[in-house]
């Protein structure tokens, strides 16, 4: 079992930065494909970024390209994501998820999943 727990939401302004962070325990996800996914309210889960556990293949929605980085820390069993340039549009849910296998944005292919970060930007 994994256990992810996210942080680092909260309200900005259109145009600031936020960090998420999603620390993982329970089982070393070091090889582990790691994403970040988002949920605004009456819309469908979606894809927003996601990283290999060697950090070598890096894949990103087209709504956050060049907006939002994704990173990760091994030794600290952390995936990060920075937000720049955020619009009222990125105001959602945002879930950590991983998985045992390679990266890919399809959410139903992720095994663990966390409680989520409120995220809240305003015009």
């Known amino acids: 079992q994994v256990q992810l727990v996210e942080s680092g939401g909260g309200l900005v302004q259109a145009g600031g930065s936020l960090r998420l962070s999603c620390a993982a325990s329970g089982r070393t996800v070091s090889s582990y494909a790691m994403g970040w996914f988002r949920q605004a309210p009456g819309k469908e889960r979606e894809f927003v970024a996601a990283i290999s556990g060697s950090s070598n293949r890096i894949l990103y929605a087209d709504s956050v390209k060049g907006r939002f980085t994704i990173s990760r820390d091994n030794a600290k069993a952390t995936v990060y994501l920075q937000m720049n340039g955020l619009k009222p549009e990125d105001t959602a849910v945002y879930y950590c998820?991983?998985?045992?296998?390679?990266?890919?944005?399809?959410?139903?292919?992720?095994?663990?999943w966390g409680q989520g970060t409120q995220v809240t930007v305003s015009s």
């Open positions: 998820a991983t998985r045992g296998a390679g990266t890919t944005t399809a959410d139903h292919l992720y095994d663990y």
